[in-house]
């Protein structure tokens, strides 16, 4: 045990020997570290001195040179609607549920479902043959009435003579007097019955009212029919003309009235749900006699013709309103006006293709077009595509919307067209040396 101590004891002493390789360590390092911060810091002066000047063709011309493509429209004169538009319903003029005015049986339909008829054609019958028998025997009350009625003014005119020389009573003269009104009064109510038998015979025809289009047959031949039926025969609905109810907000009524006691006439034109497609056009009718309280609106009708039958009842439709005509009015496309911390403004393209921020007060607008009240003049060309990044001085290339050519624009510009905007570009440094990655 002892000499394995002694043995390891010798080899762990050899642990000190390397204390002159770790002294000098720390100096090494020192001297090591100080060469690498003195030959960057010399590289870093080289390249801050020399690297900006290797390149100073591509790097000078661009300052002040960046330019954006835009597309320019000039500001014209012209005339733009002032219009409202509003969601309307489409109602029929008139709307008549045919009914049967007598009892009887159904014994023919005389029309087609969907078929247009017009006023006083037959529609349906109903058994005539009761009333034909009724109309017989007030007939035949009317004729005994008749000769009653004849008899006693015979006997009357007997009795006038005869009271003359006071042959008979002046009782008996007024008996007779009176019978006779009697029988005349017989022979006018005999009259009477048998005009209302030729009226129910004449019901046993229906007819339409009005020129229309029927609906779906509500009842079929063979069926009992009475006066008070709810469901009716058919149901009629006038198409030519037709109407459409709409309504418009408070706001908008005295420029209405206004315009409508002067004598104009008012056009509104109908389009389909999606305010595409143009169904009709027609003329503001008339307007509600109150407003709304709890929308704040007024109902207005519209009459169009409807000769093609675009317009069908209870059908939704965009309806707009030509209230007045803006004439000789400053006029751009919507797309040029921009908002922003101005207020409401455009774009205005200078003489040199800088662009300059113009504040406008717009008027009425009228889809694509808005009028310009102040702050432009015909003729001004302003930017409607590509205002996204502009600021105020910015350099642009001007290209017209229709024939698609660019505009003037310098040629030492062209190679700059697709750096960032001059907006965007870093300030300069150093004399006007702008840092790398800057360009």
Request: glycine share 8%; aromatic share 4%; net charge neutral.
């Amino acid at each position: 045990m002892d000499d394995r101590t002694t043995t390891n004891f010798t080899k762990t002493k050899p642990v000190d020997l390397p204390a002159t390789f770790n002294t000098s360590a720390p100096k090494n390092r020192s001297w090591l570290g100080l060469l690498l911060v003195v030959l960057a810091a010399a590289a870093l002066g080289t390249w801050y001195f020399y690297g900006p000047q290797r390149a100073p063709q591509q790097t000078r011309p661009n300052q002040g040179a960046v330019v954006m493509p835009v597309v320019a429209a000039p500001a014209v004169t012209g005339d733009i609607d002032i219009t409202i538009n509003a969601l309307g319903t489409v109602t029929s003029l008139a709307t008549v549920t045919i009914r049967s005015q007598i009892s009887g049986y159904l014994t023919r339909v005389a029309y087609t479902e969907g078929q247009a008829v017009r006023k006083g054609d037959l529609l349906a019958e109903i058994d005539s043959r009761p009333y034909q028998l009724a109309l017989q025997n007030a007939e035949g009350a009317l004729a005994r009435d008749q000769a009653m009625l004849q008899s006693s003014e015979l006997d009357l005119k007997r009795y006038q003579e005869l009271s003359k020389t006071n042959a008979i009573p002046r009782q008996q003269l007024d008996q007779q007097t009176a019978l006779v009104a009697q029988n005349r009064g017989n022979v006018l109510s005999d009259q009477a019955q048998i005009e209302t038998q030729k009226l129910n015979i004449a019901y046993c025809h229906i007819i339409a009212p009005i020129t229309g289009r029927v609906g779906l047959r509500l009842v079929d031949p063979g069926n009992y029919v009475t006066a008070g039926d709810a469901t009716g025969v058919v149901v009629l609905t006038q198409l030519q003309p037709i109407s459409v109810i709409f309504p418009v907000a408070e706001d908008n009524v005295p420029q209405i009235v206004k315009r409508l006691r002067t004598g104009a006439s008012l056009p509104a034109t109908a389009f389909d749900r999606a305010g595409t497609a143009k169904l009709g056009t027609g003329e503001l009718k008339t307007l509600d006699n109150q407003i709304d309280t709890t929308t704040g609106t007024l109902k207005l009708r519209a009459v169009f013709a409807n000769e093609d039958e675009g317009l069908f009842p209870n059908q939704f439709v965009n309806i707009q309103l030509l209230v007045d005509v803006l004439h000789d009015a400053t006029v751009v496309p919507t797309s040029a006006i921009q908002r922003g911390a101005p207020g409401t403004f455009v774009y205005l393209v200078n003489a040199d293709n800088t662009v300059a921020v113009k504040p406008v007060t717009l008027g009425a607008a009228n889809g694509e077009r808005v009028a310009i009240q102040s702050g432009l003049s015909p003729g001004d060309r302003v930017v409607i595509d590509g205002a996204d990044k502009l600021r105020n001085g910015a350099k642009v290339v001007p290209r017209d919307p229709n024939s698609g050519a660019a505009g003037a624009a310098p040629a030492a510009a062209a190679p700059a067209t697709g750096s960032a905007p001059a907006g965007d570009a870093p300030p300069p440094d150093n004399g006007g040396r702008r840092r790398r990655g800057s360009q």
